[in-house]
T-cell receptor
Framework: DTGVSQNPRHKITKRGQNVTFRCDPI?????LYWYRQTLGQGPEFLTY????????KSRLLSDRFSAERPKGSFSTLEIQRTEQGDSAMYLC???????????FGPGTRLTVT | GQQVMQIPQYQHVQEGEDFTTYCNSS?????IQWYKQRPGGHPVFLIQ?????EVKKQKRLTFQFGEAKKNSSLHITATQTTDVGTYFC????????FGTGTSLTVIP
């Protein structure tokens, strides 16, 4: 399967704990996006990488959130000191070339108890 | 930041009826993309429009970009149960902004 993969698919954590999610984009794609989606809402942009450079961060991304994309391949999204309001689906997408079509992964569903 | 509004929020149609969702912005958009998200699934890219007044068709789906590049529409002719899902418009700038989505239910 050469699509976008995300791990884990589900994560349940207690408030205050740190969590880390991983996204593996389509191998030839240089652009990678993270989104957060809650029930009944559209995906909210969190951050964007072009290769290993983090070019954009949403104001939604508080200092508890950090994302990396070492070597321009996979990416990680870490949430420190989780809060119940962080419960959501975290989606990763990638795109490449001159066409900005985004391919989404299946998402990681986070539940903070 | 970019604000992209979609109407309606929900739409129920009988199978075979047509369906339209509208995407509106207060500012000029450089491009518009449309995605479909099935219940429990992730967004899947449908199309991108970049030119003023552009119209593209995919089988029963017709996508239009307004002349002023501030609005867009997706029209489905003769809906089928496989069309069920939420349709999002989105636009890419420095960030990527998704609209609020229109949830389509098709009643067989």
């Amino acid at each position: 399967d050469t699509g976008v993969s995300q791990n884990p698919r589900h994560k349940i954590t207690k408030r205050g704990q740190n969590v880390t999610f991983r996204c593996d984009p389509i191998s030839e794609h240089n652009r990678l996006y993270w989104y957060r989606q809650t029930l009944g809402q559209g995906p909210e942009f969190l951050t964007y990488f072009q290769n290993e450079a983090q070019l954009e961060k949403s104001r939604l991304l508080s200092d508890r959130f950090s994302a990396e994309r070492p070597k321009g391949s996979f990416s990680t999204l870490e949430i420190q000191r989780t809060e119940q309001g962080d419960s959501a689906m975290y989606l990763c997408a990638s795109s490449g070339g001159s066409f900005y079509e985004q391919y989404f992964g299946p998402g990681t569903r986070l539940t903070v108890t | 930041g970019q604000q992209v509004m979609q109407i309606p929020q929900y739409q129920h149609v009988q199978e075979g009826e047509d369906f339209t969702t509208y995407c509106n912005s207060s500012t000029t958009l450089s491009n518009i993309q449309w995605y479909k998200q099935r219940p429990g699934g992730h967004p899947v890219f449908l199309i991108q429009l970049v030119k003023s007044g552009e119209v593209k068709k995919q089988k029963r789906l017709t996508f239009q970009f307004g002349e002023a590049k501030k609005n867009s529409s997706l029209h489905i002719t003769a809906t089928q149960t496989t069309d069920v899902g939420t349709y999002f418009c989105g636009t890419a700038g420095n960030q990527f902004y998704f609209g609020t989505g229109t949830s389509l239910t098709v009643i067989p």
